[in-house]
């Protein structure tokens, strides 16, 4: 029995994520990894010669549609999908064999990029023919999409059973099933609601003391009470904030090339934090984002918080080493346009820099209209490192105590660096007294004579000691360059500003800053529009302008898409399960009348999302149980009708956190800076006559980062994932990438990652130690230990089974283990952890 058990929880490690109909999503990073990364320069490079509008079609290779690059030209297919080493578009970049563009070898970077497209598999949304630069656009046909339409707040219908809504909410998703015949699931018990809230809600498993309080209490306001606690905590702002972030590009590095570290963009994160902690209202939130710069403030809190929001347009991937500055100024013009299209209203812009969108009413006039003020309020600089560049970046307001502590630390650092000269300075000396001994030495040796042995001894004494004052010289040196660097100095944001010379943009044809077509006056999108955008004055970028109509209740998207994005975190899809796209070939409300109705009562609470989820976690349908119903599977297979509750892998920041938290190490942080720049083995050079602007690398992390939440970890965008694994295991979002949904993948190396990696190993290890310090009585430390991973009390089976492999003191397992005790509970531990109870959200 003690085999067979220990080959069960093994067994455990084997698949822990094949949880029946849960499917991974796949395809929309990829698609916008093409949109943004490789058919800009196709356009740009290659359309001129290799396109169906090609005035001269050049070796019978159309790169304008994915069925020209497969089939290829005279030399043969262009690309083999997945295949890089046999596919010739790629020897022609790299000007092996053959060279194209002719004009000049594209970047290393841009070359990156379609090697890792290709090994994706060459996704490519073009068909045969290209979308000409411009088509007609019937704005008011357009309106007549759903998306576009106003938002009308429904009256909730009847239902049947009366006696099963909680909410208004209820009623809407009652009254579909009802219609096709369908109930909804069962409640889940209490155990299973208070973990998946709790989750939800805090990214954080409930504790012992919480599960045991919410039990004891019958009262009608148990549920309540808990939803309120969990809503009041820090660890709510931290979850929900990292959901935010993913929409952002957010990391602590400002581009891909040369790890140059974005030494401020710590700030945005904490100021999501702070904005989710206090219920910003969301209309509010838009506008800083947008414009925070532009509003005006009372105290120097409030101003320096407007100021930060604005790193939303900030802290995307921009690729600095770019030595062309007018195409990178578009393409991080793109990046941003790009962002506010997809992140407040679920649409796709990036592609309209080329050309009209094709499928949706967005044209050139639209994306070079919100183009022209963002160029009007320039995000990036030239340096004094070569051909670098760097983000914007602005002083923040101190109040009279925040100076006083800087000024503090700066007299601090200046004694120090004072210190440290000296200390240099005597260490000189004393090389000068060697150099001068060894000079005296060698002058005393007979060039023709060998010297005798004490000479020789003490010369090399003299050297080693020479050797090791130069090195001495050298690291204090660079402690006194490094403290100087960073010597404390006023608080800086990366963060928007108007710039001197605001004005309209040209269209750029195909994309290309060097080809300006027709000006396009600044303005908003015109679908989505019913009144015309209002005039921006003289001397302003009209940022203010276009924060005001992306928050404007007339507005049909914003709101819709807000509460979208919120139902799906908490419902595992969202009502519109195209949670970034709400054109024409997304998909369509499986609700819409909730979908309004949750809108309008999202504007008419103040857009308060703290009220919002609260109202939706108390409502019925939350309590569901996730269990699977034949008869429903039959007409509903993918639930969109909601009759159940979906079940979720944990994502990476809720598994490593979680396992810290059940452990007992985690430790609460007050944010701020991420990366350890005061760690002079973190830095490379901080000459500032040097052609490279300094770079990081996080070889010297600080002592609390293994026990703080994943949020405050460092976010890198080159060698992701090399120093914090499990995010780039479980599907954490490329930050040089945004997406408002995660994709769930379940793939071997998952399993492998749970069963070996150090993370789980010293969690387990912990967590057994921290059991049996619990009680002494084997019994009370399994349900100890049940409650505190499963949040539920052990079964009698799970009891029968766990108490008797714990009595293999004598196992395998423990031949070289010290105590086999704790070897052996760990090894249970591990098992939990690992398995799918733990890692999915039920």
Partial sequence: MKQTVSLAILLMFANPYGVAGDTPIAGKEQMVFFETKIRPVLVDHCYKCHSAD??????????????????????????????????????????????????????????????????????????????????????????????????????????KNAAWPIDPVDRFLLARLENIGLQPSKDADRHTWLRRVSFDLTGLPPTP????????????????????????????????????????????????????????????????????????????????????????????????????????????????????????????????????????????????????????????????????????????????????????????????????????????????????????????????????????????ASPDKKADAPSAAKREALVKKRDELNESIRKIGVTINHAEFFRSKAPKAFAMRDGDHVSDMPVYIRGNPYAPGAVMPRGAIRVVSRDKFPTIPNGQSGRLQLADWLADAGNPLTARVAVNRIWQKLFGEGIVRSVDYFGTRGESPSHPELLDHLASRFMNQGWSQKRLIRDLVLSHAYRMESSNNQDAMKIDPENKLIWRMNRQRLDAEAIRDGLLHISGELVQSEGGPALVLEEPENCGSLSLKGVNPPNYTHRKPRSSEEFQRTIYLPVMRTNFGTHDRIRAFFDFVNPAQIAGQRSQTVVPTQSLFVMNNELFRKRSRVLAARVLAESPDSEARLNYLWLVVFNRPITNSEYLEANEFLGGINSPLNAKDKEPELALWQELCHSLIASNEFIFRF
């Avoid at 004009?103 to 068909?127: C, H, N, Q, Y």
């Avoid at 347009?313 to 990046?335: F, H, N, R, S």
Wanted: proline letters at 6%.
């Fill in 54 to 159: 090609a005035k001269i079609f050049k070796g019978g290779l159309k790169l304008d549609n994915r069925q020209g690059l497969i089939k290829g030209g005279d030399s043969g297919p262009a690309i083999v999908p997945g295949d890089t080493a046999k596919s010739l578009l790629i020897k022609a970049l790299k000007y092996d064999g053959l060279e194209m563009p002719p004009k000049g070898k594209l970047s290393d970077s841009v070359i990156r990029d379609f090697e890792t497209w290709i090994k994706m598999g060459a996704p490519d949304p073009r068909k045969l023919i290209e979308i000409p630069v411009a088509r007609t656009i019937d704005i008011e046909a357009g309106r007549k999409h759903w998306a576009f339409k106003p938002i009308i707040d429904p009256n909730p219908p009847l239902v």
């Fill in 209 to 444: 003391s919480e599960i045991k309080a919410f039990m004891k209490d019958h009262s009608p306001q148990a549920w309540e009470k808990v939803v309120d606690r969990l809503l009041g905590s820090h660890a709510y702002g931290e979850r929900w904030a990292r959901h935010w972030l993913d929409l952002t590009g957010y990391a602590d590095m400002m581009g891909t090339s040369n790890n140059v570290y974005a030494e401020h963009s710590w700030r945005y994160r904490d100021y999501l934090i702070a904005a989710y902690n206090k219920d910003k209202p969301f209309d509010r939130f838009v506008k800083e984002q947008i414009a925070g710069d532009l509003i005006p403030a009372i105290k120097p809190e409030e101003r320096a918080e407007n100021i930060t929001a604005t790193g939303f347009l900030m802290v995307g991937d921009v690729e600095i080493v770019e030595p062309d500055k007018a195409k990178l100024e578009a393409d991080y013009l793109d990046t941003q346009v790009s962002k506010i299209g997809t992140t407040f209203l679920g649409m796709t812009l990036g592609c309209v820099r080329c050309h009209d969108h094709k499928f949706d009413p967005i044209g050139l006039q639209d994306y070079y209209g919100i183009a022209g003020m963002l160029r009007s309020s320039p995000s990036t600089h030239k340096t004094a490192f070569g051909v670098w560049s760097s983000l914007n970046t602005t002083d923040l307001p101190e109040t009279p105590e925040q100076l006083k502590v800087r000024q503090k630390l700066e007299s601090k650092t200046d004694e120090n660096i004072n210190a440290w000269k000296a200390e240099k300075s005597n260490l000189e000396m004393q090389r000068k007294t060697v150099t001068e001994e060894l000079a005296q030495l060698d002058k005393a």
